[in-house]
Nanobody
Framework: QVQLVESGGGLVQAGGSLRLSCTAS???????MGWFRQAPGKEREFVAA????????FYANSVKGRFTISGDNAKNTVYLQMNSLKPEDTADYYC??????????????????WGQGTQVTVSS
């Protein structure tokens, strides 16, 4: 059974930084892992993705240049370093795992498994 466990959320002032972690267990054929976020009253949206074998990374325009996704293959862990945080980054952040190999990495339906979410609050 696949499990994704996130950590690292919290409260931070605008301009600050946080690093989220997501450790995966239970399967070794994952091709892409992603981070998504969902603010209150809004739909879940793509934030960043990393392709496990190539290391290729992709970002939403809203976070490009501020967030960095990275992975540690040995630890089956993906990270999201978030710098220059803004109040509009406030949301629950979810990691997700896919073995499909598709390049439709911004789509929720691409991902097979999801973590429980970690809350990020950025105060102004």
């Amino acid at each position: 059974q696949v499990q994704l466990v996130e950590s690292g959320g919290g409260l931070v002032q605008a301009g600050g930084s946080l690093r989220l972690s997501c450790t995966a267990s239970g399967r070794s054929r994952r091709t892409v892992m992603g981070w998504f976020r969902q603010a209150p009253g809004k739909e879940r949206e793509f934030v960043a993705a990393i392709f496990w074998n190539s290391g290729a990374t992709f970002y939403a325009n809203s976070v490009k240049g501020r967030f960095t996704i990275s992975g540690d293959n040995a630890k089956n862990t993906v990270y999201l370093q978030m710098n220059s945080l803004k109040p509009e980054d406030t949301a629950d952040y979810y990691c997700a795992d896919s073995s499909s190999g598709t390049y439709l990495y911004t789509r929720l339906s691409t991902y097979d498994y999801w973590g429980q979410g970690t809350q990020v609050t950025v105060s102004s």
